[in-house]
């Protein structure tokens, strides 16, 4: 079975520009999370997406934006690029099995890496 | 809010010797996982602890979930280099405010020295 899968892997922009990321979920997966690594702050959510409808955002500025399709595939856009945006932009996917016996195992993609100049 | 710390942050150890990783959570939370991360790649789904007294096993390593204590941990046992990397554990909830959304602790980062 395929995993995540992240596209591009690596981007490098120029402050003020917008960019936007790709990530294909695992086959049979509907919930697509993504999160910003750094070495100052960790591990950060940004959004997750089901089913085309976001149900969470997590604490970043309305710079930061995403969509999911009819396959589940996710993006997530960056505009008006900061030096501070630069990162490790992970996306994971699950299959979301939120009762009571159930787990929201994650499964990360490769990430990509964003180098804002 | 819900927050995750790891303890240490780093580690350096010899071949051969035992040690324990812990993850203390601030409130109740519905699930605890454990990841590896090697240096540039991406995170390693290692574990996944669902309720109080939770232990799984995989190779040399080991993790336990005390949920009254808001306590996980992740045993090292006979560390070998092939170890080294950095370890997160962390949490969710359930409920539409947590929907999808992992709190990460700062990471363990572990040295496996000859």
């Known amino acids: 079975k395929a995993g995540v899968t992240q596209t591009p892997r690596y981007l490098i922009k120029t402050r003020g520009q917008q960019v936007t990321l790709s990530c294909s979920p695992i086959?049979?997966?509907?919930?697509v999370s993504w999160y910003q690594q750094t070495p100052g702050q960790g591990l950060q959510f940004l959004f997750e997406?089901?089913?085309?409808?976001?149900?969470n955002k997590g604490n970043f500025p309305g710079r930061f934006s995403g969509r999911q399709f009819s396959n589940s595939r996710s993006e997530m856009n960056v505009s008006t690029l900061e030096l501070g945006d630069s990162a490790l932009y992970l996306c994971?996917?699950?299959?979301?099995?939120?009762?009571?016996?159930?787990?929201?195992?994650?499964?990360f993609g490769p990430g990509t890496r964003l180098t804002v100049l | 809010e819900l927050k995750v710390e790891q303890n240490p942050l780093f580690l350096s150890m010899q071949e051969g010797k035992n040690y324990t990783i812990y993850c203390n959570y601030s409130?109740?939370?519905?699930?605890l996982y454990w990841y590896r991360q090697d240096p540039g790649k991406s995170l390693e789904s290692l574990f996944v602890l669902l309720s109080n007294g939770a232990v799984k096993q995989e190779g040399r390593l080991m993790a336990s979930l005390d949920t009254k204590a808001r306590l996980s941990t992740l045993h090292i046992t006979a560390a070998v280099h092939d170890l080294s990397a950095t370890y997160f554990c962390a949490v969710d909830k359930i409920g539409s405010s947590n929907t999808g959304k992992l709190i990460f602790g700062q990471g363990t980062t572990l040295q496996v020295k000859p």
């Open positions: 409130t109740t939370s519905d699930r």
């Open positions: 994971a996917s699950s299959l979301a099995r939120w009762g009571p016996e159930g787990d929201n195992e994650q499964f």
């Open positions: 997406y089901f089913s085309e409808t976001q149900r």
């Open positions: 086959s049979g997966h509907r919930s």
